[in-house]
């Protein structure tokens, strides 16, 4: 079964959260972004990816149709292992991180997505999962400030989600959140990279600890400072997360022997895929560090978490980002119900893509 056509597919989504639109960041300007990969078959079977893009989908989608997509047209899409491998080998230069990585990214979750479609099997049982009805996802909310975090944060809780997690820079407010709906809700705070100096994100991660943070997540600018997060989390006690902007297993293996987290966050649509988060999953618990995967996302890369954490055989919280699509391209598998995710048992991902909706949807 050969490769016929790769395409990248741009898709920007109007979305509700109960709260005025961040004006930067994910969700701006009340958009949820998605980049569909889609990879058709000389056999009629199609298959559905999901590349990391938001402010670089301009660069990733060059990067599918101007360097992936002419070295996998024409290849064996059944041949996962060796096709992947070759492509990480021929972009090495430039695929260690970033763009490209992007690309084989989405690439790779819809080469699973034609396997488990030819196998008639769902990805959790190709990774030998023994399968669950569903997963445990948390509310990954968007950047809202003291005035609207409280409200987001207790209607967030009152949805059912059990642990929820802020995009906020300030102590003010965490305190708003965690004030809102109580102290028994695990809370997680993601800071994007926001200080520059350990001194400055221990100050901040010392004024929050009444609130009892779950984990600081990304405190430190550049994100691969090991040694200063390991630093951090010494002088703190507060549990350390990060790995959304790790490029691949290497890296996960050198943030797990720094000491430098407590949770390592690899990304489907950034890291490689589901061949390669696998992978990830694997050389970090070897080493002792849970893994919570990073997916805010909508699309495809959101259900390929589903799938992995289905075939673990420990639980794992999935992220959910949260806020109401006013069109849904995969249907209701990206809706959380009182907290959970629903785990798809048909083959592939599992779900049915709504090419009306992205069409209606798509950027040009």
Not at 16 to 27: C, D, M
Not at 229 to 256: F, S
Not at 266 to 277: F, Q, R, T, Y
Not at 294 to 302: C, E, I, K, N, Q
């Amino acid at each position: 079964m050969k490769i016929t056509h790769i395409e990248p597919i741009h898709v920007s989504i109007p979305f509700e959260h109960g709260a005025p639109q961040p004006s930067e960041g994910l969700g701006a300007g009340g958009r949820f972004d998605i980049l569909f990969v889609r990879v058709e078959t000389d056999a009629g079977v199609t298959g559905w990816g999901e590349a990391f893009g938001y402010a670089a989908g301009p660069v990733t989608m060059a990067a599918l149709t101007r360097i992936v997509a002419p070295f996998a047209v024409g290849r064996d899409a059944t041949d996962i292992t060796g096709l992947m491998g070759e492509l990480w080998f021929r972009t090495k230069g430039m695929s260690r991180n970033g763009p490209v990585a992007f690309a084989l990214s989405g690439l790779d979750i819809a080469l699973w997505d034609i396997k488990g479609k030819i196998a008639g099997a769902p990805i959790w049982r190709l990774l030998g999962g023994a399968g669950r009805p569903r997963v445990e996802a948390y509310a990954s909310l968007m950047r809202l400030g003291p005035a609207h975090v409280g409200k987001v944060a207790a209607d967030a809780a009152a949805r059912g989600y059990r642990h929820i997690k802020l995009h906020e820079h300030s102590v003010e407010a965490v305190a708003a959140a965690r004030a809102a709906f109580g102290p028994d809700v695990p809370l997680m705070l993601d800071t994007n990279c926001f200080w520059p100096t350990v001194e400055a994100a221990r100050e901040a991660a010392q004024a929050m600890q009444p609130h009892s943070l779950a984990w600081l997540e990304e405190p430190l600018y550049p994100p691969d400072d090991f040694a200063g997060l390991a630093r951090l989390r010494r002088e703190t006690g507060v549990p350390i997360a990060a790995g959304e902007n790790l490029g691949n297993v290497m890296d996960v293996r050198r943030i797990a022997e720094a000491k430098a987290v407590d949770v390592v966050q690899p990304s489907l649509a950034k890291m490689g895929g589901i061949s390669e988060v696998v992978k990830a999953i694997a050389d970090a618990e070897q080493r002792g560090t849970r893994v919570v995967l990073h997916a805010p996302y909508s699309g495809p890369a959101l259900i390929a978490a589903v799938h992995v954490i289905a075939a673990q055989q420990a639980d794992m919280l999935c992220e959910h980002r949260y806020g109401d699509l006013v069109a849904k391209p995969l249907g209701d598998a990206t809706e959380a119900r009182d907290g959970f995710l629903r785990v798809p048992d048909g083959p592939g991902l599992g779900v049915e893509i709504d090419v009306a909706a992205i069409e209606r949807y798509r950027v040009a």
